[in-house]
């Protein structure tokens, strides 16, 4: 098996929420680079990396921008005639055959869950997960939708960046196993 990576990324705001009425409820052009820049970047440029997500998450990307380019997307679904609509759009109805069958792809670098809260539930405890990427907005926002708790064998914190988008402060970590 190759050593593709899987990393968690996700941004929370101050009190860990992270949606509201299957949407994200702030509109952050920090964060949207970020994600675009960790999740689409690879050290060799014949691969790409791979994002998984649940199907309220892609149904919540705008028609145009999915599927998010440059990167193998996955979603995570439990409907058999759910359609992606894509050749190029894998659709699974397990995560950890999702995330065997990505290490196993010769074509594909590091994998990155991308939520939504479900699927962040289901992963953070998963023995597969190396890393999580968290923002975090120091802001509130009303949200309906919170991400778990870190889980302590995460416990190599790295702040990569601080920013400030509208005078809200934006934090990036990267927690990682020891
Ligand atoms: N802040 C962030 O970084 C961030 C990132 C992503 C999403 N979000 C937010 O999170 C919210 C969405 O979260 P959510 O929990 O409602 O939805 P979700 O996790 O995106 O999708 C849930 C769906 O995924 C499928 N699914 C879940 N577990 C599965 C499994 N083990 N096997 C197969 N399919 C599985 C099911 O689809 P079917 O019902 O089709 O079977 C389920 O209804 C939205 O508000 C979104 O904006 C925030």
Request: a negative charge.
């Given at each position: 098996m190759?050593?593709s990576?899987?990393y968690?990324?996700?941004?929370?705001?101050?009190?860990?929420?992270?949606?509201?009425?299957?949407k994200?409820p702030?509109?952050?052009?920090?964060?949207?680079?970020?994600?675009?820049?960790?999740?689409?970047?690879?050290i060799?440029?014949?691969k790409?990396?791979?994002?998984?997500?649940?199907?309220?998450?892609?149904?919540?990307?705008?028609e145009k921008?999915?599927?998010?380019?440059?990167?193998k997307?996955?979603v995570l679904?439990?409907?058999?005639?759910?359609?992606?609509?894509?050749?190029?759009?894998l659709?699974?109805?397990?995560?950890?055959?999702?995330?065997?069958?990505?290490?196993e792809d010769?074509?594909?670098?590091?994998?990155?869950?991308?939520?939504?809260?479900?699927?962040?539930?289901?992963?953070?405890?998963?023995?597969?997960?190396?890393?999580?990427?968290?923002?975090?907005i120091?802001?509130s926002?009303?949200?309906?939708?919170?991400?778990?708790q870190?889980?302590?064998?995460f416990n190599?914190?790295?702040?990569?960046?601080?920013?400030?988008?509208n005078?809200?402060?934006?934090?990036?970590?990267?927690?990682?196993?020891e």
């Amino acid at each position: 098996m190759k050593d593709s990576k899987v990393y968690i990324i996700v941004a929370v705001e101050h009190n860990t929420g992270i949606g509201k009425n299957g949407k994200m409820p702030w509109d952050l052009k920090s964060d949207m680079k970020h994600f675009r820049e960790k999740t689409v970047s690879t050290i060799d440029s014949e691969k790409r990396n791979a994002v998984i997500m649940g199907s309220v998450t892609w149904e919540s990307l705008p028609e145009k921008f999915r599927p998010l380019p440059n990167r193998k997307n996955i979603v995570l679904t439990r409907n058999s005639e759910f359609d992606a609509k894509n050749d190029d759009v894998l659709v699974k109805n397990s995560l950890p055959e999702a995330i065997s069958d990505l290490k196993e792809d010769k074509d594909i670098e590091n994998i990155f869950i991308i939520g939504g809260a479900s699927i962040y539930r289901q992963s953070v405890d998963m023995p597969e997960v190396d890393g999580i990427y968290i923002t975090i907005i120091e802001n509130s926002y009303d949200c309906d939708t919170f991400f778990p708790q870190v889980p302590g064998r995460f416990n190599k914190e790295t702040l990569l960046k601080e920013e400030e988008e509208n005078g809200t402060k934006i934090k990036f970590y990267l927690y990682e196993k020891e």
